[in-house]
């Protein structure tokens, strides 16, 4: 399915309750770990009983930190220029709107190389306008950080009122700095924020072992597809806590 199509669709992106944990037959193995933590059985539980298989044999130790909450943001916000630069026609959106809301926040220096070319394609090619879709699912973790909806874990790509919510509402307005716009916004504490990307790095195993042909995600998930947006979210929630790390260089690894 088209970008387009889930632009403009109104699939509704509910997931199911992940906060209720539950036991498991398979968590007798995780149990036995040397190694093992309170948060990675609390995320095992979650994985398993929602059919995702992770690797028992996983590190569960990480340097993580924080990356300063103004660096978030405009990751965020450099998401959001290059999303309305293509989905927004430019006789509703002018240029030069979104290129000084760019030039005034920094954004290029949170975008990629391949990102930054996006500002040199026509506003309504169709092959970036598909391409694009990636991009909000990691922005939906970095939405996280401010208030929006904790990301869910069924693969599902984001609806298109999902997507319009975080423009209008959990992003910074294009007239605005951002600098002055985080300093009313709430954010999450680091533990939140390690517990979250610690689901995501169990599922994220669980779906390159499935690419790799192992039986180790849901009945009908698509390893590809759906395999995608775990790992798309993953990405923002692992570069939220590798301070100093570019996002082209963030560790993936599973």
Request: glycine share 6%; hydrophobic share 35%; aromatic share 10%.
């Amino acid at each position: 399915m088209s970008f387009l199509k889930k632009l403009f669709g109104t699939k509704d992106g509910t997931s199911k309750n992940e906060e209720e944990i539950k036991s498991h037959p398979d968590l007798e193995k995780f149990k036995q770990v040397p190694w093992m933590t309170d948060l990675r059985l609390n995320n095992v539980s979650i994985c398993l009983n929602a059919g995702f298989r992770p690797s028992n044999s996983l590190p569960t130790e990480f340097e993580r930190k924080l990356r300063p909450s103004i660096e978030i943001a405009k990751r965020l916000n450099a998401i959001k220029a290059l999303v309305l630069w293509l989905m927004v026609p430019e006789e509703n959106l002018e240029n030069d709107k979104i290129l000084n809301f760019i030039e005034k926040n920094d954004l290029k220096d949170f975008m990629s190389q391949g990102e930054k070319e996006i500002l040199n394609v026509s506003r309504d090619d169709e092959q970036a306008r598909n391409a694009i879709g990636w991009k909000f699912e990691n922005a939906w973790s970095l939405a996280w950080y401010f208030g929006y909806a904790e990301p869910e874990i069924t693969g599902q790509m984001m609806s298109g009122e999902q997507m319009q919510e975080i423009l209008q509402d959990f992003s910074c307005p294009l007239d605005e700095n951002i600098e002055n716009w985080i300093k009313e916004k709430q954010t999450l504490s680091e533990d939140e924020l390690i517990q979250k990307e610690d689901l995501f790095y169990c599922l994220h195993n669980a779906v390159r072992s499935a690419q790799l042909g192992r039986e180790s995600v849901p009945d009908g998930f698509d390893p590809i597809g759906n395999g995608g947006v775990i790992h798309e979210r993953r990405h923002s929630l692992t570069w939220m806590l590798s301070k100093g790390i570019n996002w082209e260089e963030t560790d993936l690894s599973t």
